[in-house]
C-alpha cells in the first residue's frame, strides 16, 4: 500500500511540474508573440487564407466528384435503357429470324461469306462466315428469355463442336437472355468461347462493333481474368 502511495504521490508531482512548465511555456510564447506582432500577425493571415482557401478548393473538388459520379450513373441508366429498347424488336423474333438477324450484324461489321444453318442438327454452327482478317466466325445462336441464364451444359456442347466440327477462329455464342451460369462463363473464358449476353447484345444491335464486343468476353466492361481450370 505504501509503495502504491509513493507512486501517486509521484504521479501527482510529474502531473504538476508538466503543468507549470506548460503555463510557463504559455505565458513566453503570448509575450513573444506580443513583441514580435507586426512579424506574426502576416502570417497568421497568411495561414488563415491558405486555410480558407484549401477549404474553399477541397470543397468545390467534391462537389465536382459528386457531380461527375452522377453524371455516369446516368449516362449508364440511359444506356442501358436505350439498348433495352433496342432489344424490344429483336426479342419478338422467332428463333429462325433471331439466327438470320445475327449473320446480318455479321455482315454489317465486315464479315464475308456469311451463311445460317437454320435447320436442326447443325452441331452448333447457326452462323457461319469470315471475320475482316480472314479468321472464320462460327456462331451459336439461344434465343431465351430476358430472365434466363445460359446453362453450362449449352456451353458444353458449343465448346465440343465450334472448333473440333466447325474449325472456328473465334467461337461466338450469342444470346437474348441477361447472363450466363457462372459454370457456363467459367467453361466459355477457358476454352476462349466469346460469351455476348444481353446487354453485349444490345450493344452490338445499337452499332458497337463485332471486333470491339470480342474481348468483352461476357463481362460486359472489359476483360477479366481467366478462371483456373
Given amino acids: 500500500m505504501a509503495a502504491r502511495r509513493r507512486r501517486r504521490r509521484l504521479k501527482k508531482r510529474t502531473r504538476r511540474q508538466l503543468q507549470g512548465w506548460g503555463a510557463v511555456a504559455a505565458v513566453v510564447a503570448v509575450v513573444w508573440v506580443a513583441g514580435h506582432w507586426a512579424v506574426v500577425w502576416p502570417v497568421l493571415v497568411a495561414l488563415f487564407a491558405a486555410v480558407v482557401v484549401g477549404g474553399a478548393g477541397w470543397t468545390v473538388l467534391r462537389a465536382h466528384r459528386r457531380e461527375v459520379g ?14 433495352e429498347l433496342s432489344m424490344a424488336e429483336v426479342d419478338a423474333l422467332s428463333w429462325q429470324e433471331f439466327e438470320a438477324y445475327v449473320a446480318e450484324l455479321c455482315r454489317r461489321d ?4 456469311v451463311v445460317v ?29 430476358p430472365h434466363r441464364s445460359v446453362p453450362s451444359q449449352d456451353m458444353q456442347k458449343f465448346v465440343g463442336t465450334a472448333r473440333l466440327e466447325h474449325g472456328a477462329d473465334v467461337a ?39 471486333e470491339t464486343l470480342i474481348p468483352l468476353n461476357g463481362s460486359g466492361g472489359g476483360a477479366r481474368r481467366r478462371p483456373s481450370a
Fill in 110 to 113: 465486315g464479315c464475308t461469306k
Fill in 172 to 210: 461466338l455464342f450469342v444470346t437474348t437472355c441477361r447472363s450466363f451460369t457462372r459454370d457456363a462463363l467459367g467453361l466459355a473464358l477457358r476454352q476462349d468461347i466469346v460469351a455476348l449476353h444481353r446487354d453485349l447484345l444490345g450493344a452490338w444491335v445499337k452499332g458497337a462493333h463485332l
Fill in 70 to 83: 452522377q453524371d455516369r450513373a446516368w449516362r449508364a441508366q440511359e444506356e442501358a435503357r436505350v439498348r
Fill in 117 to 145: 444453318s437454320g435447320k436442326s442438327g447443325d452441331l452448333g454452327a447457326d452462323v457461319i462466315g469470315y471475320l475482316a482478317d480472314g479468321r472464320k466466325l462460327v456462331v451459336q445462336c439461344k434465343k431465351y428469355a
